[in-house]
């Protein structure tokens, strides 16, 4: 038989048993195991991520309801001036 043939077939052979193995470990019950911690740790960091967007949109929410009130006063400041300087 040729090397390259032989070569070729044990390299075949040692990627069917490598798969094999990894997709045993991949489907154990410790890498389940770990999935599970992995897949916990993110939902939790998904609620701290949400509470941190909730805290931001409340704060926005306050700052612009501000803002109005501010441009509003200022309205009412600049009708009352004007007013006075018509009579």
């Known amino acids: 038989m040729d090397k390259d043939l032989i070569k070729n077939i044990a390299l ?3 990627g069917i048993a490598s798969g094999t193995a990894g997709l045993k ?6 890498a389940k195991k770990a999935y599970t ?5 993110v939902l939790r960091a998904k609620s701290c991520v949400m509470k941190t967007v909730t ?11 501000e803002a109005k009130e501010i441009n509003e ?5 600049a ?8 009579a």
Not at 73 to 77: D, G, I, L, P
């Open 12 to 14: 075949f052979a040692g």
């Open 25 to 30: 470990v991949l489907t154990s019950k410790d």
């Open 37 to 41: 911690h992995v897949t916990a740790a």
């Open 55 to 65: 805290t931001a949109q409340e704060n926005a929410e306050d700052i612009l309801a």
């Open 73 to 77: 006063e200022r309205e009412k400041e």
């Open 79 to 86: 009708v009352c001036a004007d007013a006075k300087e018509s």
